[in-house]
């Protein structure tokens, strides 16, 4: 018999504020400025926009799960935790050494037009593949 593998932060207690302040301390460490978080409860999300090295980032994740019978509170605290376990880890890398921000948070990072890097390139990189075929690096 195999045990079922919970997922990271699963059934946690701690309050959303208390992450939310870890992740303001952790990004502020790290330099960053115009921190903003929040929840966009109809759309099911979480948001977390800072500036950090003259760049502006966004990252969002869900808080909807297949499973409706779970809380919603339950369900933002999870998520919340799993925001601050990818934001360490990806400032653990790039401080020590062993990357950049630009790298590790490049997905993420906001473009004039306010979409971001992942918004932008990841529908050409599908359709790259779909068609077999590489943009050009120059144009003409």
């Known amino acids: 018999m195999t045990a079922k593998l919970r997922r990271y932060a699963e059934g ?4 959303v504020g208390k992450t939310r302040d870890e992740l303001e301390r952790l990004l502020g460490r790290a330099g960053a400025t115009q921190t903003l978080m929040g929840a966009d409860k109809p759309r099911a999300r979480i948001l977390l ?7 502006q980032y966004r990252l969002s994740a ?4 297949s499973d409706k019978r779970r809380d919603p509170e339950q ?3 999870e998520a919340w935790r799993a925001m601050l376990l990818i934001v360490k880890a ?10 950049s921000i630009e790298t590790e948070f490049l997905g993420n990072i906001v473009l ?5 890097v992942a918004d932008d390139v990841l529908p050409k990189i599908q359709a790259a593949y779909q068609h077999g ?8």
């Open 90 to 99: 990806k400032l653990e890398v790039a401080q020590s050494g062993h990357s």
């Open 133 to 140: 075929t590489m943009p050009l690096l120059l144009p003409g």
């Open 75 to 77: 369900l933002e605290r």
């Open 112 to 116: 004039p037009n306010g979409s971001t």
């Open 62 to 65: 869900s808080t909807a799960r």
């Open 12 to 15: 946690t207690t701690v309050a």
């Open 49 to 55: 926009g800072f500036s950090l090295g003259g760049r």
